[in-house]
């Protein structure tokens, strides 16, 4: 009987070894890698091949995930399937291609800190229902696309990003130019940034980016800021700094209850720094056109939406449009008398 069972597992196009690889963890098709409860998913990355994908079981798998090769990681659920533990929980070490995205889906990340970029460039990465969740609330960021690294093609549907200081971050080092952190050709769709307590969304480098039926709901609310980032506290706080940069569209975007108690808080502040006053930037100053905003509600912040830096007269963005969206009782709930102006501005349509 264990002969013809040998014979049989040779002969099958789809079976390729009984071996267990790490306790729970069994390589049961060609492409597929089954991760069960107790097993590890890091064991499954080591044995699979670019292009595999690691099928996880319901359940909770501690110790920090390092994707290293293209591979698609596909749990049971955003609540379903939890990979928690390091520091950050999970560490992008590889980039995928335009065939072969790497793929996070239907899982949740839960850590101090969640996702973050350890090699440059990373293109095609694909977010699909992944819930980005702090362990403590408060602190730590969920997705962290390094300093100096570059971030293109990078997709997320379905998504969540709760709980952290910032939800998603990403600074540049002045001095660097269109060759310094580049995130570039992105999409963001159907995802919530909630509940991040200074910024749902950070970044200091952003271009051809889409961001559709996006919830930004409650983040940034910071009573007693005492460093100017608190102060400035925000749903997407877009800051753009020494570069080039084009082409951000907002699309259906429900932005409500951001940057509250703050003096210069609003639910999305874009700026293009360097340019008019903003002499600290002078020196590599940051362009930004072709800005539109199609639809959605901006209702219960700080401020709605703001262009600019406070006091600092940019000249950008440039070719700014705002299409039918619904801006309104947007009132001061800071209760100093040093911020930035409050007050109704026009639409272009």
């Given amino acids: 009987m264990k002969h013809k069972l040998f014979a049989l597992l040779v002969c099958s196009a789809v079976l390729i070894s009984t071996v267990l690889v790490g306790a729970g ?12 409860p107790g097993g590890s998913i890091q064991a499954a990355i080591t044995a699979a091949a670019p292009g595999d994908t690691i099928s996880v079981a319901a359940g909770t798998y501690s110790g920090q995930v390092t994707i290293n090769k293209n591979v698609s990681i596909i749990g049971a659920g955003s ?7 390091g520091n950050p929980a999970v560490l992008l070490a590889a980039t995928g291609t335009d065939t072969q995205p790497i793929l996070l889906k239907d899982l949740q990340v839960l850590g101090v800190n969640g996702i973050q970029t350890t090699v440059t460039p990373i293109s095609y990465v694909t977010l699909d229902h ?8 408060n602190t730590g960021e969920g997705f962290v696309v390094s300093t100096g690294h570059s971030l293109t093609h990078f997709s997320v549907v379905g998504s969540v990003f709760e709980g952290f ?15 310094g952190t580049k995130i570039q050709y992105v999409t963001i769709t159907d995802t919530i940034f909630r509940d991040n307590h200074e910024k749902g969304m950070y970044v200091e480098a952003l271009s051809d980016a889409t961001f559709a039926d996006v919830q930004v709901i409650d983040n940034g609310i910071f009573p007693g800021a005492v460093s100017l980032s608190e102060k400035m506290a925000a749903g997407l706080d877009i800051n753009l700094k020494d570069g080039t940069y084009s082409n951000l569209t907002f699309n259906n975007l ?10 210069y808080g609003a ?31 901006f209702t219960g912040n700080e401020r709605g939406i703001r262009f600019g830096e406070p006091d600092k007269d940019n000249t950008g963005p440039t070719n700014v449009t705002i299409h ?12 100093g008398s040093d911020g930035s102006t409050y007050g109704v501005w026009s639409i272009r349509r």
């Fill in 79 to 85: 609540d379903q399937t939890i990979i928690t533990g």
């Fill in 324 to 335: 039918n969206a619904n801006v309104w009782a947007n009132t001061q709930t800071y209760a």
């Fill in 25 to 36: 963890v069994t390589p049961v098709r060609a492409a597929t890698f089954y991760v069960g």
């Fill in 165 to 179: 200081l910032y939800g998603f971050r990403a600074l540049k080092t002045p001095g660097t130019g269109d060759l």
């Fill in 130 to 137: 992944v819930a980005t969740m702090a362990s403590s609330p």
């Fill in 254 to 263: 429900t932005v409500t209850g951001n940057g509250l108690l703050t003096p």
């Fill in 267 to 297: 639910g999305i502040m874009i700026k293009a720094r360097g340019t008019g006053l903003d002499t600290g930037y002078s020196s590599y100053p940051a362009t930004l056109t072709n800005v539109t905003f199609n639809g959605g509600t």
